[in-house]
């Protein structure tokens, strides 16, 4: 199987006692594996002492392979008193995954870990490259970076406590010992972080001792009778990558008490990603709980796929699949069933859309399972259709609710003043402007350039699909532009105009527009339009914030005036030099998510919640600057210059 950015699945035999890799002719463990992984890596970053006392750990390994390092070193996490509250972080890279088949059947025979296997297996991604962010359980998160792993490591925002160096022999895969991989390492590194691997080859010792570690050899696993140990002792060294105006923010302290302003999906989604880290969100919001777009009787959960491999055909792509996680670990938390994986059919409606589609088929960038092609188009079977209410009162949990609206933020020593609109404020250590474009009613978020627009659906309510002859009736829901969908209480929603509207205007439905939703589903279903004719809609208009660049803006809010002057050269074109982006700390925005919130806002929320808490990101480097607020501020400054070029 082979993905758009040369994604291909492990290769495996059995023959030998241990499973073995076709590719590079070298065994993934030897043994039972779990001893030679208690010994090597576990041992070897003197974990089971360090976990007694860790507030936020981050593993970092170079190769994922069956996952039984992770597994070993969850089962340790679990059985170990720690302090509260705290929380473990696994990155692992991994270039061939296996399949999901592979590892079971690599898996199986560890007994001891076969519950853990299981729920790793119930939430291991498809082999598409990149960042997959994975809730295991309520204090561990795995980040499993599909791809080469000096690439995947240069896409990494985070510090890393402890390495396992697991990549096969050297002399058999000299890519994953490249001075590339550690150089980041070298730049990854926590103060202090340790570093353990099964090989004692030269150039792995060179290679750590040049990364800045202070290597030690202690007794191998089984046969072998060496192997290497490494504590870091010089400072981290510059990331020569960086673009310094793209700040992640300073963390906040364990516990930190953060304002959600603005509770529809972006605001429900945040106090879920701040729950998980640790933080005590309160949502904001004068109108409760997903009273804006995100409270539409029915909302499609689908994918938006773009050829290209850009920054943003990532992020749709790997939010897609966040979600569908998020949705499945919510419904299993809460018990509640609010998505319905009906499948979506994406209807090409003319040639040129048909032709898009085969290239999108062609770049494989999704593996088979996940998409197909159909009479109509392209179809994604574990596409459905949410209940929008309900999807954000199990997002947001327990998260307390101020009915309110929030008014102004104001700074007070370290902490943020919230004041209500209907008098009163009060404290937090930080904040979350998840409001929509009445972001821009507080001053730190003006300089974003957040746009409106009104988007009319038509709910025809009851029992209508029964009224079909049973194979007419929309048993799946069908999008082309335009979208019909099964309403989860029953009844059909069609959607969704577009309308750009002014700062201030107000959503109003009108039964004109309610025409025009009827006559774009005739487009497309022709026999479902006539029937919902004779029918009388209940319209909803909302207003959805969305961004010039059709990206979500989400990330720290930073001093404007600070940009204005310090990388004002890049209006000239001055190379170099430039200092670190200042940020407000502690405000934060989430904003602009167009009408994919029920889709990107889970893995935005997770990005977010990883800055406020100091965890790593979520996403690859590029993707996390591609949402950044502060972008269009330097993206004007730059265009500037080609101004002045031209
Ligand atoms: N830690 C694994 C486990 O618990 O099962 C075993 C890892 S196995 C010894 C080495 C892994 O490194 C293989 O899964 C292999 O596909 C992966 N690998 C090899 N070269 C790589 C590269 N350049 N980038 C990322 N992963 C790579």
């Not at 390994?61 to 696994?90: C, I, M, Q, Y």
């Not at 479902?528 to 009388?536: E, F, G, H, N, W």
């Not at 005036?561 to 670190?580: E, I, K, M, Q």
Request: with cysteine; proline share 7%.
């Amino acid at each position: 199987m082979r993905g758009e950015d040369g994604i291909k699945t492990a290769k495996l035999d059995w023959e030998a006692n241990a499973p073995r890799s076709v590719f590079f002719d070298d065994i993934y463990f030897s043994g039972d594996g779990v001893s030679e992984t208690r010994h090597v890596f576990l041992d070897g970053n003197d974990l089971p002492a360090r976990f007694a006392h860790a507030q936020r750990l981050v593993i970092g390994e170079l190769g994922f392979g069956s996952g039984l390092n992770l597994l070993s070193t969850w089962r340790l996490w679990r059985s170990v008193a720690k302090p509260a509250g705290a929380h473990l972080d696994f990155l692992s890279t991994e270039k061939y995954p296996l399949t999901a088949e592979a590892m079971a059947r690599t898996l199986a025979p560890i007994t001891s870990l076969a519950d853990l296997s299981a729920r790793l297996l119930a939430v291991y991604p498809p082999p598409v490259a990149g960042f997959h962010r994975i809730a295991l359980d309520h204090d561990i998160t795995l980040t499993l970076m599909i791809g080469d792993a000096a690439a995947m490591l240069a896409q990494a925002q985070s510090r890393v406590d402890a390495w396992f160096l697991d990549g096969f022999a050297p002399a058999k895969n000299p890519g994953m010992w490249s001075a590339a991989v550690f150089s980041q390492i070298a730049r990854l590194s926590a103060p202090h972080a340790t570093a353990a691997t099964f090989t004692v080859a030269g150039a792995v010792r060179r290679a750590l001792q040049d990364a800045g570690f202070e290597i030690e050899k202690r007794p191998g696993f089984g046969r072998k009778r060496e192997m290497l140990t490494a504590r870091k002792t010089a400072p981290p060294s510059a990331d020569a990558a960086r673009q310094p105006w793209f700040p992640r923010g300073a963390a906040q302290r364990a516990g930190a008490r953060v304002a959600v302003i603005g509770a529809g999906v972006a605001g429900a989604s945040l106090a879920r990603a701040l729950h998980r880290r640790g933080c005590t969100p309160v949502l904001i919001d004068g109108g409760g709980l997903a009273n804006g777009a995100s409270g539409n009787p029915a909302g499609l959960i689908m994918p938006r796929l773009d050829l290209g491999g850009g920054a943003a055909a990532r992020f749709f792509l790997a939010a897609y699949l966040h979600a569908l996680r998020t949705i499945d670990a919510v419904q299993t938390e809460t018990g509640e069933t609010f998505f319905r994986a009906i499948g979506v059919t994406l209807k090409a409606r003319d040639e040129a859309e048909a032709q898009k589609q085969n290239k999108l088929l062609d770049a494989r960038i999704l593996p088979p399972e996940y998409i197909e092609t159909c009479t109509d188009g392209l179809y994604f079977p574990q596409a459905g259709v949410i209940d929008p209410r309900a999807y954000c009162r199990a997002l947001a949990g327990d998260a307390p609710l101020i009915e309110n609206n929030a008014a102004r933020a104001e700074r007070v020593g370290d902490a943020w003043r919230i004041h209500f609109a209907g008098g009163g404020h009060d404290m937090f250590d930080a904040f979350v402007l998840a409001n929509g474009r009445n972001a821009l009613r507080f001053e730190q978020a003006r300089s974003i350039p957040l746009g409106a627009t009104m988007g009319q659906i038509d709910y025809f309510p009851g029992d209508v699909r029964n009224d079909f002859p049973g194979a007419e009736a929309p048993d799946q829901a069908v999008a082309a532009g335009p979208y019909f969908a099964p309403a989860p209480s029953g009844g059909v929603v069609i959607g969704a105009t577009y309308e750009k509207i002014g700062a201030d205007d107000e959503a109003v439905s009108t039964p004109a527009t309610s025409a025009t939703n009827l006559a774009a589903i005739a487009e497309i279903a022709p026999e479902l339009a006539a029937r919902l004719q004779t029918l009388s809609p209940r319209p909803r208009a909302a207003i959805r914030c969305q961004t010039p660049d059709r990206l979500p803006v989400a990330g720290v809010l930073v001093d404007w005036g600070f940009y204005a002057g310090a990388y004002d050269g890049l209006r000239t074109g001055r190379a170099s030099d430039y200092p670190p982006g200042e940020t407000m700390d502690g405000a934060f925005i989430l904003a602009g998510l167009g009408s994919r919130g029920l889709v990107t806002a889970p893995l935005c929320a997770a990005l977010i919640a990883a800055d406020i808490s100091g965890a790593p990101s979520p996403v690859e480097r590029d993707i996390a600057e591609a949402l950044h607020p502060a972008r269009f501020f330097i993206r004007d400054l730059k265009r500037a210059r080609k101004v002045r070029a031209n």
